[in-house]
Every structure is written in C-alpha cells, then in structure tokens.
C-alpha cells in the first residue's frame, strides 16, 4: 500500500487509512469492526484516527490493537469533547490526552488534534481569536517536550475559520472534513493552499460524503425530497450520467478523485467490514483519475460551488419525509 510523507511530520502514512468512528458501538458489531480493523493492517494501512467523541472508539481501538502483533499503526486522536471540559484549563487539556492514551493503551499520542477549533460555539478555545493563543497552546507545548504527544493539528468542517486556525503556523497537521468530494470542495478555496503553505500534513475526512457518495440514489434524486434543491438535483442527475458513461462506480470515482490531488496525503475510510475496506483500497490503488474526467468533475461542481441555503450537513438520503428543520 502506497505511502506518503505527511507534510512536515516526517511521519510516512498509507494513503488510505482508517477513520475510527465506526470502530465504536455505533455499528453495534465490535466483532466485525475487529475483524475489518486487523484485516487494514495486514493488508498495509498504517495509520488510524479516533476520538474521544467518537462514541467509545478510543476504547474498542485500544481493546483491537491488544491482539495486533505487527508494527503498531500510527494513532491519532483529539481533544475538545465531550463536555465537561474547560478549553482555557491547561489541567483538562492533558488530563484528557491522559484519558486517551489510557483508552488507547497507547504510551503516547502520535497526532493530537485541536476538535472543531473553528467552531467558537462549542468551545472558547483562545485568548486571542486572531493568533489562537491560550493554555491550550502551552499543554501542547508542554506535552510535546514530555514525549506524551509527537505532533499537533488540527481538525473541522468550517473551511474559511479552520483555514485561519491553520495560517497561524503552530499546528503540523489539518484534518478537514466533508468539504472536499466529488460534489463538496470548500477546502479548495482556504485550507489546502494554507496547508501548502505552512507544508502541514492534509488529512481528508469523509471523502463519501458519509454516505452521500457510497451508493447511487437515482430514484430519491429523479422524484426529489424536501431537503434536496434543484440545482443539487441536476448535479447529482449530472454525476450519474458521468458514472453511466464510464462505467465506474461511484465509490472508485469519489476515492480516486480525492486522490487525484497531490495536496492531500491520506484519505479516512470509515470501513464498516472487510468488503467495504477491500473496495475503498481497490479503489484507491487504481491511482488518479484521468485528466479528462476530471475536468469534467470540475464542470460538474461548479454548478454547485457552495451548499444551498438550509442544505443538511450530512445528506440524509433514507430519510427524505423528516422536516428540514430536523436535519439542519
């Protein structure tokens, strides 16, 4: 499985690995995570992000890794939720990672992002919003120079604030998430040319829309749903016509067209099962889309180049009858 360097880290990661929300009780299977988690690793996946908000993800993971024998992957997790928790408290921040690591069973962290720092209504994070100082910034410091945590970054879905967090220079790496697929590509405009910038690590989130752009929906696209606008009926009915032409399948064509830019390292699958891995990485292996297809991918978002007022985060395709105001 092919490795990349992860921007000023130094650290090599596969370019895909593993997203670790569905390693939890969510999927209400942990056998089956298990099984899909160890299957990753001997296939060659290397790196595998979690979190402490991610259900109990960081604990099924460190329960996982007990029965791995191979090299042990690189593990990121991050701080900021779940509540209680006081941003501007040096003593939560690294009680928090000590949380972690002893869910993890882990003797250190290897990335430790700051969650969602952008959104300034979940947690006041900084002294000064415009150079994110604060106690956060000394825990890092200080955990880095006591080995508990090897590097920092940061990881959100609001691309022009994140991508401000990013410009500061004090993070290593940015994990941005569901802003850039086949149909989503807000990270274009701010937080891919900062992180080049600054030579951070680009990790990409959600390259399937969690959902979105797994599996086609014809018949809620073609008969629309309340949450569902014109325009993006037209993009979708677009893409499908895109993937008739080629013969590709969704997943292959949204996997291979995140990795067709070289601005981002490492792509997270949140594999349910075995099969679902095996086809991201199938995928994934078939390299970059030709240059002709992309540019008509191009074509095709720029006829939604930003959500549509009240569009859903996450397309809840399945649940078309809720009221919008439900899924907002």
């Given at each position: 499985m092919e490795k990349v360097k992860l921007g000023r880290t130094g650290l090599d990661v596969t370019r895909?690995?593993?997203?670790?929300?569905?390693?939890?009780?969510?999927?209400?299977?942990?056998?089956?995570?298990?099984?899909?988690?160890?299957?990753?690793?001997?296939?060659?996946?290397?790196?595998?992000?979690?979190?402490?908000?991610?259900?109990n993800s960081e604990t099924c993971l460190g329960n996982i890794l007990k029965d791995w024998e191979g090299e042990y992957p690189i593990i990121s997790t991050k701080i900021g939720m779940p509540k209680p928790f006081d941003p501007k408290s040096k003593k939560?921040?690294?009680?928090?990672?000590?949380?972690?690591m002893e869910n993890l069973h882990a003797d250190h962290i290897d990335i430790l992002f700051v969650h969602e720092p952008e959104r300034t209504g979940l947690f006041d994070w900084w002294d000064n919003e415009l150079t994110?100082?604060?106690?956060?910034?000394?825990?890092?410091?200080?955990?880095k120079k006591n080995g508990m945590i090897k590097y920092t970054g940061v990881g959100g879905t609001c691309t022009h604030e994140l991508a401000r967090v990013c410009d500061t220079g004090k993070f290593d790496v940015v994990l941005t998430a569901f802003n850039y697929s086949l149909l989503w590509r807000e990270a274009q405009y701010e937080i891919l040319p900062v992180a080049?910038?600054?030579?951070?690590?680009?990790?990409?989130g959600s390259p399937l829309q969690q959902g979105a752009l797994a599996v086609r929906r014809d018949d809620i696209i073609t008969n629309?749903?309340?949450?569902?606008?014109?325009?993006?009926?037209?993009?979708?009915?677009?893409?499908?016509?895109?993937?008739?032409?080629?013969?590709?399948?969704i997943i292959e064509m949204s996997m291979r067209f995140v990795v067709s830019n070289p601005l981002i390292h490492c792509i997270l699958t949140g594999s349910r099962s075995i099969n679902e891995f095996d086809g991201n990485g199938?995928?994934?292996?078939?390299?970059?889309?030709?240059?002709?297809?992309?540019k008509r991918l191009d074509d095709i978002y720029s006829m939604v180049p930003f959500r549509p007022t009240l569009e859903p985060?996450?397309?809840?395709?399945?649940?078309?009858?809720?009221?919008?105001g439900e899924l907002i």
């Amino acid at each position: 499985m092919e490795k990349v360097k992860l921007g000023r880290t130094g650290l090599d990661v596969t370019r895909l690995s593993l997203g670790g929300l569905f390693m939890s009780d969510l999927t209400g299977d942990f056998e089956q995570s298990k099984q899909a988690t160890l299957h990753a690793l001997r296939t060659g996946a290397n790196y595998i992000d979690t979190a402490p908000s991610y259900f109990n993800s960081e604990t099924c993971l460190g329960n996982i890794l007990k029965d791995w024998e191979g090299e042990y992957p690189i593990i990121s997790t991050k701080i900021g939720m779940p509540k209680p928790f006081d941003p501007k408290s040096k003593k939560d921040v690294i009680e928090s990672v000590e949380k972690s690591m002893e869910n993890l069973h882990a003797d250190h962290i290897d990335i430790l992002f700051v969650h969602e720092p952008e959104r300034t209504g979940l947690f006041d994070w900084w002294d000064n919003e415009l150079t994110c100082e604060g106690p956060v910034i000394e825990a890092l410091d200080e955990m880095k120079k006591n080995g508990m945590i090897k590097y920092t970054g940061v990881g959100g879905t609001c691309t022009h604030e994140l991508a401000r967090v990013c410009d500061t220079g004090k993070f290593d790496v940015v994990l941005t998430a569901f802003n850039y697929s086949l149909l989503w590509r807000e990270a274009q405009y701010e937080i891919l040319p900062v992180a080049k910038k600054h030579n951070m690590g680009v990790v990409s989130g959600s390259p399937l829309q969690q959902g979105a752009l797994a599996v086609r929906r014809d018949d809620i696209i073609t008969n629309g749903a309340p949450w569902i606008s014109e325009p993006r009926r037209a993009q979708y009915k677009e893409l499908y016509k895109l993937l008739d032409e080629t013969g590709m399948d969704i997943i292959e064509m949204s996997m291979r067209f995140v990795v067709s830019n070289p601005l981002i390292h490492c792509i997270l699958t949140g594999s349910r099962s075995i099969n679902e891995f095996d086809g991201n990485g199938a995928s994934v292996e078939k390299g970059s889309l030709p240059a002709d297809i992309l540019k008509r991918l191009d074509d095709i978002y720029s006829m939604v180049p930003f959500r549509p007022t009240l569009e859903p985060f996450i397309l809840p395709f399945g649940e078309e009858h809720k009221k919008i105001g439900e899924l907002i």
